[in-house]
C-alpha cells in the first residue's frame, strides 16, 4: 500500500459525459502527479500539482482540468469524453530525497468510455 | 525529444531462472533513473533509484545498473519467482530545477514467470 488512494477504482460511462477521479496524496506530500495508461501503453504525464498550484503540464487535453485543494487531495475533471478516453487514470504523490524525487502510486482509477 | 526505449517487450522464464532487461534513453540532462514493478491493474511500484554517479543499485534479487556515457540502464532478475510477473518500466528524470520532475516512461518490458 502506497499511501495513496484513489476513488473511484472502476467507472463506467457513456461518450460525451464528464466525470471527477479523486485522488488522496500521502500524509505530508506536497506533489500530485496525474497519469493516463492506455492499453498496452506507457504512462502519460498529464499535470502536476505543488501544494494548490499548478506546477507543470504534460499531454493534457483540452477537454481534461485538474485541481488541487487546500487539503491537498486533487481531482481531474475529464469531460466530453470520447471511446479513446478509456484508460487507467493514476495519480501519484512525491517527496524529495537526496537522489531526487520518488513517486508512491495510487491503484489507480480504471474508466471506461461505452 | 526525450524518449526510454526498454527490450524485449515480453519474456517468458522458468521460475528459478535469472533474467536481464534492458533500457536505452535519449533523456537529456539527466537527472536520475528508476525500475519501477506493475502489477496487472495496479499502480508501479519503484523498485531502484539511481542518479547519473551511480552505476549499479540492488533491492534483493533485483539488481540496476546504469552507463550514463551509453545512456543504457539494466535490471536483472535474481532466481526468479512466480510473483515477479509483472511489468517492469524504466523511468528517465531530466533535469528540469523549480521542483518539477516530469518523468519520461517506457512502455515497460512484461515478464511472465512460469513454473
Known amino acids: 500500500d502506497s499511501g495513496v488512494t484513489q476513488t473511484p477504482k472502476h467507472l463506467i460511462t457513456a461518450t460525451g459525459q464528464r466525470v471527477t477521479l479523486r485522488c488522496s496524496p500521502r500524509?505530508?506530500?506536497?506533489?500530485v502527479y496525474w497519469y493516463q495508461q492506455s492499453l498496452d501503453q506507457g504512462l502519460q504525464f498529464l499535470i502536476q500539482?505543488?501544494?494548490?498550484?499548478?506546477?507543470a503540464k504534460g499531454n493534457i487535453l483540452e477537454r481534461f482540468s485538474a485541481q488541487q485543494f487546500p487539503d491537498l487531495h486533487s481531482e481531474l475533471n475529464l469531460s466530453s469524453l470520447e471511446l479513446g478516453d478509456s484508460a487507467l487514470y493514476f495519480c501519484?504523490?512525491?517527496?524529495?530525497?537526496?537522489?531526487?524525487?520518488?513517486?508512491?502510486f495510487g491503484p489507480g482509477t480504471r474508466l471506461l468510455v461505452l | 525529444k526525450n524518449q526510454v526505449e526498454q527490450s524485449p517487450q515480453s519474456l517468458i522464464i522458468l521460475e528459478g531462472k535469472n533474467c536481464t532487461l534492458q533500457c536505452n534513453y535519449t533523456v537529456s540532462p539527466f537527472s536520475n533513473l528508476r525500475w519501477y514493478k506493475q502489477d496487472t491493474g495496479r499502480g508501479p511500484v519503484s523498485l531502484t533509484i539511481?542518479?547519473?554517479?551511480?552505476n549499479t543499485k540492488s533491492n534483493g534479487r533485483y539488481t540496476a545498473t546504469l552507463d550514463a556515457d551509453t545512456k543504457q540502464s539494466s535490471l536483472h532478475i535474481t532466481a526468479s519467482q512466480l510473483s515477479d510477473s509483472a511489468s517492469y518500466i524504466c523511468v528517465v528524470s531530466p533535469y528540469s530545477g523549480a521542483g518539477s520532475y516530469q518523468l519520461t516512461f517506457g512502455k515497460g518490458t512484461k515478464l511472465s514467470v512460469i513454473p
Open positions: 500524509s505530508g506530500d506536497l506533489s
Open positions: 500539482y505543488y501544494n494548490g498550484e499548478e506546477r
Open positions: 501519484a504523490s512525491s517527496v524529495e530525497g537526496l537522489r531526487g524525487e520518488t513517486q508512491y
Open positions: 539511481m542518479t547519473f554517479s551511480e
